[in-house]
């Protein structure tokens, strides 16, 4: 039995970046022989194992052969005999297809470390166009390392627009291509995850009939790492079906729902902010729900500041704290059923008439 340590934490180390997770391959072991030593066996596809003490990952090394469409439609061989370098050469980028022994020293046998000093992203075989979840990972490899100047290798555009001419990227399923969304929408360079997209095709595919806003995208990133907000940011549409359509084709989850919405719904209010009347502005408070989910709010106020030429997000949050100081509990004592809200309502117009006159 020999254990590597693989992928991520090779690759981020040979760049001085910090590692955020290890994860081990194990060669020439069985499932029996990980259960004897104290290893957790977690996953369904393959055999995955906790380690005892640290909870990190150990995988036994495998090789996977193509059933059918799809990143499910893989059958894998974890049997003793599998090498590295056939482990190896199943991953998706060069940079991601390097191990470290445990005398630290480098196995590489798919040239990651020239790709890394050429800041390449490319692909390690032919068996990349197997699994359409590479394209995905490919577009957010590049939206983590623009800064650094990686760029896609020409030869693997090529793949991944093969890829997209078969049909084989309609095989995506709506988790995988969320879960990928959003890790993408966390990098530094976000934007770079959807130009890589609209080179090879996919954007398209997956985003269509959708106008993508990357500049308001762009904007979002230099002052937010709320990944909803950047969402709401990027998706804002005049059309909300086409919004909602997007939703559930992708299981989308309800905070980025209900940001997006609100954000498509009222940044037209946000961008007239200083013309609107007093009870205008009550209103849409109270459209937003702001009084009930001032957080959700602050974010809607920096989605609208990434989608506008100007800022009113100051001016809205003090609106907003104007006409929250009313004591709506004094009214509910004093009158019955509309009434109550009808007063409230006035009192809040008050509020924030006298803010205007300050």
């Not at 009434?339 to 006035?346: G, L, P």
């Amino acid at each position: 039995m020999k254990i590597y340590l693989v992928g991520g934490a090779v690759r981020d180390k040979l760049l001085g970046l910090p590692i955020k997770e290890r994860d081990w391959v194990v060669v020439g072991a069985t499932v029996t022989d990980m259960l004897q030593q104290g290893f957790r066996q977690v996953g369904k596809d393959f055999p995955v194992f906790l380690h005892p003490k640290t909870n990190e990952e150990y995988a036994l090394a495998r090789v996977e052969r193509k059933t059918r469409p799809g990143y499910t439609g893989f059958e894998f061989d974890t049997s003793p005999s599998v090498s590295l370098e056939e482990d190896l050469q199943r991953r998706d980028l060069t940079i991601n297809a390097m191990a470290e022994t445990s005398t630290g020293e480098l196995v590489d046998p798919y040239h990651g470390q020239k790709d890394l000093a050429e800041k390449k992203l490319r692909h390690v075989s032919v068996a990349f166009v197997e699994d359409p979840v590479r394209i995905l990972r490919v577009a957010r490899f590049a939206a983590r390392f623009s800064k650094l100047g990686f760029t896609v290798a020409v030869e693997t555009n090529q793949l991944m627009n093969e890829m997209v001419m078969s049909g084989e990227i309609d095989a995506l399923v709506a988790e995988r291509v969320w879960k990928e969304l959003e890790r993408a929408l966390a990098e530094d360079h976000p934007e770079q995850f959807f130009h890589v997209l609209e080179t090879c095709g996919a954007l398209s595919k997956l985003f269509a009939p959708l106008d993508l806003d990357l500049s308001a995208l762009t904007c979002a990133v230099s002052f937010t790492d709320d990944t909803s907000v950047r969402f709401a940011s990027l998706l804002r549409q005049d059309s909300l079906e086409q919004l909602k359509v997007f939703f559930e084709r992708y299981r989308v989850p309800s905070d980025y729902r209900e940001l997006a919405v609100l954000v498509s719904k009222y940044l037209a209010a946000y961008q007239h902010a200083p013309e609107l009347k007093a009870d205008e502005l009550v209103q849409l408070l109270q459209n937003a729900d702001a009084f009930r989910r001032p957080d959700r709010f602050k974010k809607y106020l920096l989605a609208c500041k990434a989608c506008s030429p100007k800022s009113y997000s100051d001016w809205l949050l003090k609106c907003l704290q104007a006409a929250a100081s009313v004591d709506a509990k004094k009214f509910a004592a004093e009158l019955q059923g509309k009434a109550i809200a009808d007063r409230i309502f006035q009192e809040r117009v008050k509020k924030i008439s006298t803010l205007r006159q300050a």
